[in-house]
């Protein structure tokens, strides 16, 4: 079992609608998870990141943290066309694990 | 403003032609490292530094190079470049949870 796992999409969805993307993982020492946003031609930036389960909300965007099924979500609220990009779930401690990433088009 | 600058952002190189990567950090960051991405594998590591003159191995260290010799620069070296060193390239700082990642430098080995 890989140790992250992001289904690789490409999501479509219509401008407004609330978007879910989902990691599950399988070492339980990983101790934070965070999301990275990826847009073309550019680096990953940093959306949110969280230490403890729960759910953690910024703006339009609210991560999840499920540490007993070892699953995290990225919801984006009134998704915009400017939303359209690859995220990607991470998570560690000494080591940062990448998920593949979650293509993302938000349709006008 | 917080940067982590490569360079050159594109390359096209011949098989075998030594190449290095240039990656600079204004963070005062300790921890570097470089990433290739790759269509359907992601990001993987390559290499990473947890301080000067200190370096070790990621994911897929084979057929490269780093050095650490001062605090804001990590570059990356190809010693012979091959086609299947064809990739996306990052260099990224850490603090903490918080990795900075440069704008990434597309190189081609034909």
């Known amino acids: 079992q890989k140790e992250v796992e992001q289904d690789p999409g490409p999501l479509s969805v219509p401008e407004g609608a609330i978007v879910s993307l989902n990691c599950t993982y399988s070492n339980s020492a990983f101790q934070y998870f965070m999301w990275y946003r990826q847009y073309s031609r550019k680096g990953p930036e940093l959306l949110m990141y969280?230490?403890?389960?729960g759910n953690k909300e910024d703006g339009r965007f609210t991560a999840q943290v499920d540490k007993s099924s070892k699953y995290i979500s990225l919801f984006i609220r009134d998704s915009q066309p400017s939303d359209s990009a690859t995220y990607l779930c991470a998570m560690g401690d000494d080591k940062i694990i990448f998920g593949k990433g979650t293509r993302l088009h938000i349709l006008p | 403003e917080a940067q982590v600058t490569q360079n050159p952002r594109y390359l096209i190189t011949v098989t075998g032609k030594k190449l290095t990567v240039t990656c600079s950090q204004n963070?005062?960051?300790?921890?570097m490292s470089w990433y290739r991405q790759d269509p359907g594998l992601g990001l993987r590591q390559i290499y990473y530094?947890?301080?000067?003159?200190?370096?070790d191995k990621g994911d897929v260290p084979e057929g490269y190079k780093v050095s650490r010799k001062e605090k804001r620069n990590f570059p990356l070296i190809l010693e012979s470049p091959s086609p299947n060193q064809t990739s996306l390239y990052f260099c990224?700082?850490?603090?903490?949870?918080?990795?900075?990642f440069g704008q990434g430098t597309r190189l081609t080995v034909v």
């Open positions: 963070m005062n960051h300790e921890y």
């Open positions: 530094s947890m301080n000067v003159e200190v370096t």
């Open positions: 969280t230490y403890s389960s």
């Open positions: 990224a700082t850490r603090t903490g949870p918080e990795a900075f």
